[in-house]
């Protein structure tokens, strides 16, 4: 399973979650790829910071992640668009994510101008699409457990790139 929640905050501070799709990770982060106009693209413009939540209910299981997040480069952005399929790059064309509209067949109409625009060409990278990498800075694990005494580990990590696991009451 690759989805997740991502919390973001607002400018006054509130929060803001959702479920996205986990694309790529690696050693410097945990990455996703949405329009930087929507409203977490926008929350992180003011905000970079953000936490992610994995829960599997069968293995009570649960990752919490939080962390500084940078957008990806553009090739590395262009690299995950091109293996979209064509109705996705061309989604993320027709749709102004998170704006308001009177009906769907606006959505479908400005589908429809994309088909066309792009007909038997490239799809290119929209400037308003891309990449984010969240770079953590703490890992939760929590793993659930009779009465509930459930195990908790906490990574930290220090100023010279190294983890501080504790381990947390349940």
Do not use: C
């Amino acid at each position: 399973a690759n989805a997740m929640s991502l919390a973001t905050a607002t400018p006054d501070g509130k929060p803001s979650a959702r479920i996205v799709l986990l694309k790529g990770f690696d050693e410097r982060g945990f990455v996703f790829f949405t329009n930087h106009d929507s409203e977490k693209g926008q929350q992180l413009e003011v905000n970079p910071f953000a936490a992610l939540v994995f829960y599997w209910v069968e293995l009570e299981r649960q990752v919490r992640i939080s962390g500084l997040v940078e957008r990806t480069s553009r090739e590395d952005s262009a690299a995950y668009f091109h293996s979209r399929p064509v109705g996705s790059r061309l989604g993320a064309w027709a749709s102004k994510q998170s704006e308001v509209i009177d009906a769907r067949q606006i959505l479908e109409s400005r589908l429809s101008q994309m088909t066309e625009r792009f007909e038997g060409g490239e799809i290119p990278l929209p400037p308003h699409w891309g990449g984010y990498r969240v770079k953590p800075d703490k890992i939760e694990f929590w793993q659930g457990r009779p009465n509930r005494l459930h195990d908790r580990f906490r990574y930290l990590r220090r100023t010279d790139g190294t983890w501080q696991i504790d381990r947390l009451a349940p």
